[in-house]
């Protein structure tokens, strides 16, 4: 993903597949955080859409 993508998700702001993190408190959270993403994108998790 180049920056110019990165800027335009930011633009269009948060969606279901698109969530703005401002902090991280811990490890768990980031696993939960991620289980998420798969469970709710499927296959699409780690891909280009």
């Known amino acids: 993903m180049t920056i110019e993508q990165l800027l335009q998700l930011k633009d269009l702001g948060e969606v279901t597949k698109v969530q703005f993190k401002e902090r991280i408190i811990d490890r768990n959270d980031v696993s939960c955080e991620l289980v ?3 469970n709710g994108c499927g296959e699409w998790a ?4």
């Open 36 to 38: 998420a993403l798969s």
């Open 46 to 49: 780690g891909k280009d859409p």
